[in-house]
């Protein structure tokens, strides 16, 4: 693989559905509300609070804990915390997170990733998607390699795709940066072999 090839390749981050790795969301009796979120989602946070999840339905009867939750925003343990933090990426903000689960457990040392880097980058003659009054319902997408070639490397390493805002893409060398430390709970999936 070219390094052009090697600058233009994406995963999409996912919740691993192979085990009862449960699933969250913003806690309805915390400041940080969806709608909250959704203020924020083109922005840095201005002075974050720790923000509060809370598991989210289906229950699992035994649910694994792993280093990521979905909601569908990105929630990390410490350690994945810490290689993004080395990184000094554009456009993302680590902000403190506490899950509470469904019978009261705490678990703290989490972090909220914040991603207010959105890019248009759908290429929508290559694509499957149906496209409502304001969003796209994507079943499989290609990016548009000249928009991403006109765009700094170092300033879309992490991105959300701005025609769907759920659908969150990591380049493939901080893919590789955080694999090294076999993360449980999420899966990477290269934008080709992505689809609903």
């Known amino acids: 693989m070219n390094s052009t090839n090697d600058e233009l390749e ?17 806690d309805p009796d915390s400041e940080h509300t969806e709608e909250y979120l959704y203020d924020y989602e083109n922005e840095k946070i201005p002075k974050p609070k720790v923000m509060e999840f809370t598991f989210s339905e289906p229950y699992f009867a035994s649910p694994v804990i792993g280093d990521y939750f979905s909601q569908p ?13 080395s990184l000094n990426i554009f456009g993302i903000q680590l902000i403190p ?28 003659l290559n694509s499957k998607f149906d496209e409502g009054d304001d969003c796209y319902f994507i079943d ?9 070639k006109n765009i700094p490397l170092e300033e879309r390493l992490i991105f959300k795709l701005g025609e769907d805002h759920t659908i969150m893409l990591y380049h493939r060398s901080i893919v590789e940066a955080l694999m090294t430390v076999k993360p449980t709970g999420l899966k990477f999936i290269k934008v080709k072999d992505w689809h609903i």
């Open 140 to 148: 499989k997408f290609k990016l548009d390699e000249n928009i991403l």
């Open 97 to 124: 997170a506490m899950i509470t689960s469904n019978k009261g457990d705490i678990f703290k040392d989490y972090f909220y990733i914040h991603i207010y880097n959105i890019i248009n980058a759908m290429d929508k």
């Open 10 to 26: 994406y995963y999409v981050l996912q919740r691993n559905p192979s085990h009862s790795y449960p699933l969250i969301m913003c």
């Open 73 to 85: 925003e990105s929630v990390i343990s410490d350690k994945l915390k810490k290689i993004l933090s």
